[in-house]
């Protein structure tokens, strides 16, 4: 069964500084939540919060300057926008929960980190429960190696639940230096990136303009069309970009490059699980330890992580048993070889599953589609069907 999202993503308003520091410390701690911004203007309250689309807001009640926190919390709610808001207030000024007015719970100081993650998981199951936004899913393709199949497995991946279960899907090419899917697809040089999109607001229909839309009926969202392009993509942009497109689409998946740099962790941390090829090879398997070791530092869950043999069927000498040593458990996924199926489709620029549907390793990769997205489909409104 699919895992839900491993971080609660926070916005906090709050313009008194010892109280921003006072929360931050209390979430540095753990892992379960992600404070994205501290804003310290109730004007830009609201703009930031629909933008953002933070799983939960926190609003000072007590907020100074020309926007006062009850009345930020007023216009959230007047803007139609779906997200839990606490109130944070102090005992000699009491607040009434009153979800008309935006206000869902209410936040006394003092209080402990106990009762804030208690408080945060709580809204964020409820909101999940609703069904009314948070319903998309959003997966990480990633390989400690390169040249073991990540980027042709996450097209594929992409189009197989697109085709399959009939859910909105969009694929992102994460790996924002060199492009990957745009060799893969041959995509001209002049095409729209991630660069393209507004680097203050983007709006939901901004992506239209920029989005690639292949011919097998997915949506691609590519990576800047030259190497020293990169360093102009910064983690924010990509916070900026998931939240909108979580908004548009129901699946999301993400080419993730080896190197883990700043802009790779946000792809890894806003991913409700990291699908981690592996292959039956000595510096694979050492490299994914490695790797794992520094996600379990990071606070990444044991169930984030789903590993996926590619090749399952190519040991190369190895002891099949080496791979569950290795990884400390088996495998959920396993894709055979098709090394000419694969190869040919990559070389036109097409899918291998469309290509020959009923290969082995199609039906294999339409059972990974089928798992990652199981349930999904009637959770979701049917407007948001294709």
């Known amino acids: 069964m699919p895992t839900p999202a491993s971080q609660i993503r926070l916005l906090l308003i709050e313009d008194v500084p010892q109280v921003a520091q006072y929360v931050r410390g209390l979430l540095n701690s753990q892992a379960a939540i992600r404070l994205l911004d501290v804003v310290t203007d109730g004007r830009q309250a609201v703009p930031l919060v629909s933008e953002l689309r933070p ?30 808001v606490v109130i944070l207030t102090v005992p000699q000024k009491p607040v009434q929960v009153a ?45 400690a190696k390169g040249g073991i199949g990540r980027t042709t497995i996450a097209f594929n991946l992409a189009v197989t639940i697109n085709q399959q279960s009939g859910l909105k899907t969009v694929l992102v090419d994460g790996s924002i230096q060199y492009g990957d899917m745009r060799a893969l697809l041959k995509v001209p040089h002049e095409a729209p990136s991630i660069l ?23 949506d691609i969202l590519l990576a800047p069309p030259r190497v020293e392009m990169a360093e102009m993509v910064t983690s924010r942009d990509v916070d900026k970009v998931l939240s909108i497109l979580r908004r548009v689409y129901q699946v999301v998946i993400i080419d993730t490059p080896t190197a883990l740099s700043d802009v790779v962790l946000t792809f890894l941390d806003n991913s409700d699980a990291l699908i981690h090829v592996v292959t039956f090879e000595s510096t694979v398997l050492y ?32 002891d099949p048993k080496s791979i569950a040593q290795a990884l400390g458990r088996d495998p959920e996924f396993h894709l055979s070889s098709d090394g000419r199926l694969v190869v040919e489709s990559n070389n036109q620029g097409v899918p291998f599953v469309l290509a020959n549907p009923q290969a082995a390793i199609s039906q294999e990769l339409a059972r990974v589609a089928e798992a990652l997205t199981e349930g999904a489909a009637g959770r979701l409104p049917a407007a948001a069907r294709r």
């Open 99 to 143: 979800p008309d007015r935006g206000v869902d719970r209410v936040l006394t100081m003092p209080f402990s980190g106990y009762d804030l993650v208690n408080l945060l998981q709580t809204l964020s199951a409820e909101r999940q429960a609703s069904g009314a936004e948070g319903s998309s899913r959003v997966y990480s393709i990633f390989a």
């Open 55 to 84: 799983d939960v807001v926190i609003i000072d009640a007590l907020l100074q300057g020309k926007v006062k926190g009850l009345d930020v919390a007023q216009q959230v709610r007047q803007k139609g926008i779906n997200v839990p």
């Open 196 to 218: 393209d999109l507004p680097t203050d607001r983007i709006q939901e229909s901004d992506l239209s303009d920029v989005l690639w839309r292949d011919p097998s009926g997915i």
């Open 287 to 318: 490299n994914t330890r490695a790797v794992g070791e520094t996600f379990r530092a990071i606070g990444y869950p044991v169930d984030k992580i789903r590993y996926l043999l590619n090749r399952a069927d190519s040991a190369g000498g190895m």
